[in-house]
């Protein structure tokens, strides 16, 4: 039996994470963090009745992971929370699932450092789902064959989303840049603002929408939009479990789902 933590079980993400490993017939829920609803039942956030674990603050996060054994931890939160309490599970020898996004390039090296010091094994996404991951793939190939096309990445989330873009635009904007051998990136669009070879990425923000991505390659007198739509959170979570199953099966080393899937 596999012992989860969850960090940010009372989140939108955290809770259908606890909800999705009370399912599992290989996981069992071990701790819970957030910071605030302390001694209140992680199965009153997930809707799943009482589990017996009770919110713990995280700032016990390093006594709280060894007592219930933990042994891979998940953490859908913020950029500021992850840069400060993965590097801190990972020293404790606890495996790692990051579901946070919006993280720097300097916040991902500081928590790529303790993942190597601590010897464990961990999963980055920006994205659990199945079905972008298979996306990441088709516009990978889609880009090599239209390197001349003007490409452009719109990406449409909830009015509560904090950072933007999008992490799964920006990793998408990165597989095209991969494939072309380097682009320029730019942010919207405003005043006079010449198109160059660039990749256009623009973010909108609305109403309760899960996550729609669409990648947009125009030439002259046709254009191709590959497009994901996410409907429910769901896929996000339960791709965040498979990772964690799998992730306490892999020598230490940092994965992505092309790993976890075998795409
Ligand atoms: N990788 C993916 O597939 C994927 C999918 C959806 C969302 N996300 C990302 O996951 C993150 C969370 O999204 P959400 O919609 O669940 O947000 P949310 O605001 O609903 O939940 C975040 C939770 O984290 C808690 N939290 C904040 N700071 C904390 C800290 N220091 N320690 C412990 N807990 C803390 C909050 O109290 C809250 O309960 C965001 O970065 C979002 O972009 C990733």
Redesign the pocket.
């Known amino acids: 039996m596999i012992n989860v933590a969850v960090?940010?079980?009372?989140?939108?993400?955290?809770?259908?994470i606890v909800e999705n490993i009370t399912n599992s017939t290989d996981m069992q829920l071990a701790a819970a963090?957030?910071?605030?609803?302390f001694g209140r039942d992680a199965g009153e956030?997930a809707h799943v009745g009482n589990l017996g674990v009770k919110i713990s603050d995280?700032k016990d996060?390093e006594s709280v992971l060894k007592e219930s054994k933990a042994n891979v931890l998940i953490?859908?939160?913020?950029?500021?929370?992850?840069i400060?309490?993965a590097p801190v599970a990972a020293r404790a020898g606890v495996n790692l699932i990051?579901?946070?996004?919006?993280l720097t390039a300097e916040q991902r090296a500081v928590i790529d450092e303790a993942i190597q010091e601590g010897q464990v094994s961990a999963v980055i996404?920006?994205?659990?789902?199945v079905g972008?991951n298979v996306f990441f793939k088709i516009i990978r190939e889609a880009a090599r064959y239209l390197a001349d096309y003007d490409i452009e990445i719109i990406e449409a989330h909830?009015n509560?989303?904090?950072?933007a873009p999008?992490?799964?635009a920006l990793r998408a904007a990165d597989i095209i840049s991969e494939a072309l051998g380097g682009k320029e990136y730019v942010y919207g669009r405003e005043g006079i603002a010449p198109r160059g070879k660039e990749i256009g990425i623009h973010g909108v923000r609305a109403g309760d929408i899960t996550?729609d991505h669409t990648v947009l390659f125009a030439g002259n007198s046709e254009r191709i939009e590959i497009k994901h739509m996410a409907h429910s959170?769901q896929?996000?979570?339960k791709?965040?479990v498979l990772a964690a199953e799998w992730v306490c099966r892999q020598e230490p080393g940092i994965y992505s789902m092309n790993d976890v899937l075998g795409l």
């Open positions: 960090l940010g079980a009372c989140g939108r993400m955290g809770s259908l963090f957030d910071i605030n609803n956030f995280v996060l953490d859908f939160t913020a950029a500021g929370a992850t400060v309490n990051i579901g946070t996004t919006g996404s920006p994205n659990y789902s972008v909830h509560q989303k904090k950072d999008s992490g799964t996550g959170r896929i996000f979570a791709g965040a």
